[in-house]
């Protein structure tokens, strides 16, 4: 696999040349040089963004972390590393030295970051620092263990404007006997001792992902994990981590970070017997096993992190705009989602051309640019008991193919997308009934179902090239400008038979590898398509699918009410920009719920703005509410999606109110949306202070829906709608206000 950072990589700052012993590595015009090496101390130092970074070698010849967190002045000192004093017979000397990347051996205790076994029975690896040298950018560190032959390159990825670092790792055997990797993580991140740490992660299940939780760290591992086979939504591999009490929405010290990987996962968090707090992420230990022969290497995901002093939100925001500018890929990166139509949720595996073409026709009235024809079209797929794996038009649907109807989508303005499930297979398929070898499965032993699919396992070559195919020529044959890329099970009985026993467990990695391989061939075989990863909602959203493909789907829950919860708590990790939303049928199929159309489109408007409901039973009335609303995302879209956002009151908990604000990145415009689930007795709703703006400007603000109190003026200064706030009036059950405010210029002597 290629290694995971090419965008970062690509756009690091040119490197300087290394003179002397204390050597400015990278510089560019308008940035401080990144990496600093001082061969006397024989310390790295990494100034990016508003942080430092810094790790050293110690007496051991480990590689020690020195330091994490806000920017240091360029002339301060930092100590040499030197490993903690060891405190007992228990806690030895170089037990629990902060390793940057810690082999299993000697007398560590801290979590380690690789653990193998060898051939002849050896289980111990200590690694010892060797080289450095950078390429493209990034700061590539060599640790060796030179007894057993086992070589580590550490990579370091600067992204110079938001200080998120990514590190990475390459596992390399120059051993004449094969070594078994048992536990590979990409990174250890070590943070200063401290006894106050509370730790912030995502935690959910099918149509209700993305709950925010927060629980102290007190000694004692947590571990977020999937053991799922690929990303899941039982946790999402993100933390964020503050201090105490301190830390909130907008203040307090927070290490953040994610892990780019859509395999079974692990993020391990440990605090140790000195208050020191190591958090190491990679592929889940569980089950897991990669056999390196001789001359072989692994290279691992990249775990990305950062650091802010300015709580929560900012590091929010410093995950949006890093996912925006380095993940994203490249013609994703500045482009805005289409409003999209999909008719899932109104006909279901009911897809046929009349039908279809019905629907594109009142969509485009509407205002959609995009329009998706969902699950159902091909094989013998009415319903989700056959036909997944057989990627052929279905002809009684689509007598003609899908020409007929791409080609009345594009008349109308509009560019088609089509759903495929590629990594499944129901049984009762033809492709399953021809190879049924092709999925994961142990010899003999039962094959759990899923949906009544199974999973083929794209592990193996023959298999990964089927699926390519398939796609390829689907692609090819039909002018297809988007893919819905689902995936709609948990692994279970996950054995390769063909394989040696020695060499089955590559799967986790040779599975995610191939998928990601597939999903890259198709985009440069195919320019300008776009791909949502959806995985029956939420289940597959992480930086590492995100760097494939242009949108997500956070969850099939379409209610919105629930969906201001699952996007507030995506929006911690996740950019607005990928996350698209859906106004649907009232009552919602979820829970019953009923709400206003103006309700569902302004939740839906907080991200990419689709429509999934049955439009065609949409009265006139219904109909002119959705393409005013329809229009007026479409003025506010860049702020949504590219902007900056701030989440002033939050709707975790179930909580009555909750209030978003987006700043568009040249402070143009600002939007702010506001929600009352439930109104309380006569009280008011709670003043909304804006955020974001310049005080000195004066800004005009309208509304797209709702009501103000009474006296709210219609221009008023940066500083007034900061620090007065605006007053909306949301009463009853399920109220909903939006309000646009446009910079108009200085305030007259920019004075208060
Ligand atoms: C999953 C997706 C839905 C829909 C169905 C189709 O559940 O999340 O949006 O595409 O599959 O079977």
């Not at 040089?33 to 790790?55: E, L, M």
């Not at 699952?566 to 009552?587: C, E, H, K, L, N």
């Not at 709400?595 to 009335?621: E, K």
């Not at 402070?667 to 008011?684: C, K, N, P, T, Y």
Request: aromatic residues 10%.
């Amino acid at each position: 696999m290629k290694r995971a950072i090419p965008c970062l990589a690509a756009t690091m700052l040119a490197l300087g040349a290394w003179l002397g012993s204390s050597v400015t590595a990278c510089a560019s015009s308008t940035q401080a040089a990144p990496i600093h090496y001082d061969a006397g101390r024989r310390t790295f130092r990494i100034d990016a963004g508003k942080i430092t970074y810094a790790f050293g070698v110690n007496g051991n010849g480990a590689l020690q972390t020195l330091y994490w967190g806000a920017r240091l002045m360029a002339n301060d000192p930092l100590p040499t590393a030197a490993p903690p004093a060891p405190r007992s017979s228990f806690d030895p000397a170089g037990a629990n030295t902060p390793q940057e990347y810690a082999g299993w051996g000697g007398p560590i205790t801290v979590m380690p970051d690789l653990k193998v076994h060898f051939a002849d029975g050896n289980r111990d690896l200590v690694l010892r620092y060797d080289s450095y040298r950078i390429v493209d950018g990034t700061l590539m560190v060599t640790l060796r263990d030179k007894q057993a032959g086992v070589s580590v390159v550490l990579d370091y990825a600067v992204d110079a404007n938001t200080g998120i670092i990514g590190r990475s790792a390459r596992i390399e055997n120059h051993a004449t006997q094969a070594v078994t990797l048992d536990r590979v993580a990409a990174a250890s991140w070590n943070l200063p001792p401290a006894t106050d740490y509370s730790l912030r992660y995502l935690t959910g299940t099918w149509a209700g992902e993305w709950h925010l939780r927060t629980r102290p760290l007190t000694p004692g591992a947590t571990e977020l994990e999937s053991r799922r086979g690929s990303t899941g939504d039982e946790n999402n591999p993100w933390f964020a981590i503050g201090r105490g009490a301190e830390w909130n929405e907008s203040r307090g010290r927070v290490w953040f970070g994610a892990l780019a990987w859509s395999g079974s996962w692990s993020i391990h968090i440990d605090q140790d017997v000195l208050s020191q707090v190591r958090v190491t992420g990679g592929y889940n230990p569980f089950d897991f096993a990669y056999q390196l022969e001789p001359g072989q290497s692994l290279d691992t995901p990249v775990f990305y992190a950062g650091y802010t002093d300015d709580g929560i939100g900012e590091a929010s925001r410093l995950m949006h705009q890093f996912e925006r500018s380095r993940i994203l890929p490249a013609h994703a990166q500045l482009k805005l989602r289409p409003v999209l139509y999909n008719s899932w949720e109104a006909t279901e595996f009911k897809v046929d051309e009349a039908g279809q073409e019905r629907l594109a026709e009142k969509a485009a009235a509407l205002g959609v640019e995009r329009f998706v024809v969902d699950d159902g079209w091909f094989g013998a797929r009415n319903s989700d008991h056959a036909g997944l794996g057989d990627w052929t038009v279905n002809r009684e649907k689509f007598p003609n193919g899908l020409k007929p109807l791409i080609d009345k989508v594009h008349g109308l303005g509009m560019s088609f997308g089509l759903w495929v499930e590629p990594e499944m297979v129901n049984p009762d398929s033809d492709l399953y009934r021809k190879h049924p070898d092709w999925v994961l499965n142990f010899d003999g032993r039962q094959r759990s179902l899923g949906r009544n699919q199974l999973v083929l396992n794209l592990a193996r070559d023959d298999v990964s090239e089927h699926i390519f195919h398939v796609l390829d020529d689907l692609l090819s044959h039909n002018d297809i400008q988007f893919l819905k890329w689902d995936y709609n099970r948990n692994w279970s009985e996950p054995g390769w038979p063909q394989q040696t026993p020695e060499q089955q467990q590559k799967v986790y990695v040779t599975y995610v590898q191939h998928l990601y391989d597939i999903i890259r061939r198709l985009r440069e075989r195919h320019l300008g398509l776009e791909i949502e990863s959806c995985s029956g909602g939420g289940a597959r959203v992480d930086l590492g699918i995100m760097s494939l493909t242009d949108e997500v789907w956070p969850s099939d829950n379409t209610d919105p009410s629930d969906r201001l919860s699952i996007q507030d708590g995506f929006s911690y990790a996740y950019a607005p920009a990928v996350m698209m939303a859906w106004v649907t049928g009232s009552p919602n199929w979820v829970n019953g719920r009923s709400s206003s159309l103006d309700f569902r489109f302004l939740s839906s408007m907080q991200g990419g703005l689709g429509i999934g409901a049955n439009i065609l039973q949409w009265t006139p009335a219904e109909d002119a509410t959705a393409r005013g609303y329809i229009a007026a995302y479409k003025d506010i879209r860049a702020t949504v999606q590219l902007g900056r956002l701030y989440r002033l009151l939050s709707p975790q908990e179930r909580a009555p109110h909750s209030a978003t604000e987006s700043v568009a990145t040249d402070g143009r415009q600002a939007v702010l949306f506001a929600f009352l689930r439930q109104g309380q007795e006569a009280q008011a709703y709670p003043t909304l202070y804006l955020q974001g703006l310049d005080e000195t400007a004066r800004y005009r603000y309208r509304l797209i829906h709702g009501k103000a109190a009474n006296g709210t003026p219609e221009v008023a200064s940066g500083a007034y709608w900061m620090h007065r706030g605006i007053d909306l009036e949301l009463r009853g059950d399920m109220d909903a206000a939006a309000a646009v405010f446009e910079r108009i210029g200085k305030v007259a002597n920019g004075s208060r």
